[in-house]
């Protein structure tokens, strides 16, 4: 099972002495339609691992969605979901204004750490490729 290769990967890396799927996960990943496919796959794999407090991963750990009603609390969503909807709300805030949403997105007295990147999604292009905003190095 790709998940389970996964979850081999995403353990050792995060050095977690996980042993595997408990049967309520497997079920869950079974019936998951999987819309992301095996990236949105790898990414709950990998939160599982981070959110597991004994030795396999729960149906709980995976944070899939059983319904499809309202959005998606913030423990069910992925890391990069999380940051893109902090992103957008800093430009809401903001009014678009792209200078203004990073000054607020990193502490006045630190600057961004060098791997942040602001992405920007208009509405007018949904598909365009996604543009970065890089750091300046010191």
């Known amino acids: 099972m790709l998940a389970s290769h996964f979850l ?3 353990a050792e890396h995060y050095r977690k002495p996980l042993t595997g799927f408990d049967e309520s996960a497997i079920k869950a990943l079974l ?3 999987w819309p992301g ?3 949105e796959l790898d990414h709950a794999v990998e939160r599982a ?3 597991a407090q004994g030795d396999t991963v729960r149906a709980a750990d995976l944070g899939l969605r059983a319904g499809r009603d309202g959005p998606p609390r913030i423990e069910e969503m992925s890391l990069e979901d999380v940051e893109a909807l902090l992103i957008k709300k800093a430009l809401a805030r903001f009014n678009g204004n792209v200078s203004h949403a990073a000054n607020a997105w990193a502490e006045p007295q630190r600057p961004l750490p060098a791997f942040a990147t602001i ?5 007018a292009t949904p598909h365009a490729p ?3 905003i890089r750091q300046a190095q010191p």
């Open 8 to 10: 081999r990967q995403h």
């Open 31 to 33: 019936a998951h339609l």
């Open 37 to 39: 496919n095996v990236r």
């Open 49 to 51: 691992v981070l959110m």
């Open 119 to 123: 992405r920007i999604v208009t509405p």
């Open 130 to 132: 996604l543009p970065q």
